[in-house]
């Protein structure tokens, strides 16, 4: 499976010779409002001076860290480089053979599990359009009597957003339970809702893993961290085939200074709701754009067939007017309609509504010229005078 992602505006830059920091990119899912204050003032108060030493192969502050910030034993959670990490690792631990994945989904669970198990047969459990992506929490669980080795799901959903409550999960891992089949559950975007986490569960349960992340709350994307958090047992597994020095020392101590920064967390928090509903009744407004109600720092939107235009046009459309958006048909089970795109600064979002707006102007004006040249061809066909400018 192709690896595409959000995020890669080097890349695109380079194609259209344009200057990376002219671009705004709404491909990728990043707080905007940066680096957390303390991490920031650690980071240039001799943090630097860091890379002179070897990381702490067992990130013990990290991990001390970690385990107040949630209120659970240090033993169950183990500190990566970013939850990819993980992802990569989880097959090859578990012997994982026949998985049930709930779509559409991050691409890499599935180009994990094809690289790193020959004999891995992926089923895809999908949620639909028509239900408004939301997981069908009853199908679910009828679906996991049919003998899956383990179940693949991310809460809120990448991209759709959605938000699956948690006393649902709590019967989808009852039932796994019951099964004996893991719970792969990946909460990386979970920081923006933290009441639906099942984190406290992971601890004690026997077939809950959960994956974490600290890219996309804390906007620590280019020094990749994130952690695994679930029971001591399964956790010492991990440790022992683990890398040594995967998380770097830079990472380590701007996790450490995030995760204690409250109100920089307070503030995300706020900041995120209200600039999405800004953002989603702006996309509203432009006749064509569906929004979905997200539940994190991004929302999936779905352009109506009456436009014409798929999400591909849409976005190279917007590359010469300096915004980025995500087309997600390489998705499964989405179409060519559907793109994804970030919760950015006000000003930032904003100007991603005024370029959608004048790509919508753009489509009419050429639907009405269109409309007037078929008008006149018919006209003349039949001897009739064309028509005339008012000019």
Avoid at 151 to 158: A, F, G, K, V
Avoid at 271 to 294: D, M, S
Avoid at 311 to 316: M, T
């Amino acid at each position: 499976m192709d690896k595409i992602h959000g995020g890669n505006i080097y890349e695109m830059a380079r194609q259209r010779g344009i200057d990376s920091r002219k671009i705004i990119d709404f491909s990728a899912s990043i707080n905007p409002l940066g680096l957390s204050p303390r991490a920031k003032k650690k980071l240039g108060k001799g943090g630097l001076e860091a890379v002179l030493h070897y990381p702490d192969a067992e990130c013990g502050e990290l991990r001390k860290t970690l385990a107040q910030f949630h209120g659970i034993p240090e033993d169950c959670l183990l500190p990566g480089a970013g939850s990819t990490e993980f992802i990569y690792s989880l097959p090859r631990v578990l012997k994982l053979e026949r998985i049930l994945l709930v779509t559409p989904a991050f691409s890499e669970y599935e180009n994990a599990l094809e690289t790193q198990s020959r004999d891995c047969r992926i089923h895809f459990f999908e949620t639909r359009e028509e239900d408004g992506f939301e997981l069908n929490v009853e199908g679910l669980l009828l679906a996991l009597t049919q003998g899956y080795d383990a179940l693949y799901l991310c809460n809120p959903n990448n991209p759709t957003g959605i938000l699956a409550e948690k006393k649902d999960l709590l019967r989808v891992l009852a039932q796994a339970e019951r099964e004996k089949a893991w719970l792969i559950l990946d909460e990386a975007f979970i920081d923006f809702v933290p009441e639906e986490s099942l984190i406290r569960q992971a601890v004690v349960s026997p077939r809950l893993i959960i994956l974490r992340s600290l890219t996309k709350f804390f906007a620590l994307p280019g020094l990749r961290a994130g952690y695994l958090v679930s029971n001591s047992g399964m956790i010492e597994e991990f440790s022992r085939v683990k890398e040594p020095w995967t998380v770097n020392a830079l990472a380590q101590i701007a996790a450490v200074e995030s995760l204690q920064d409250k109100a920089y967390a307070d503030q995300t928090l706020v900041y995120i709701r209200e600039e999405r509903e800004n953002l989603a009744h702006g996309l509203q407004g432009i006749p064509g754009f569906i929004p979905y109600p997200g539940s994190a720092n991004y929302l999936l939107v779905q352009l109506h067939p009456s436009l014409n235009l798929s999400a591909a046009e849409l976005r190279e459309k917007m590359i010469p007017r300096g915004v980025l958006i995500r087309d997600c048909q390489s998705f499964h089970h989405l179409g060519p309609y559907f793109f994804r795109v970030a919760v950015r600064t006000h000003r930032e979002n904003q100007a991603l509504l005024k370029a959608l707006r004048q790509v919508h102007k753009e489509i009419l004006k050429k639907e009405w010229n269109s409309e007037v040249r078929i008008q006149d061809a018919d006209e003349k066909a039949a001897g009739l005078p064309g028509l005339k400018s008012s000019g």
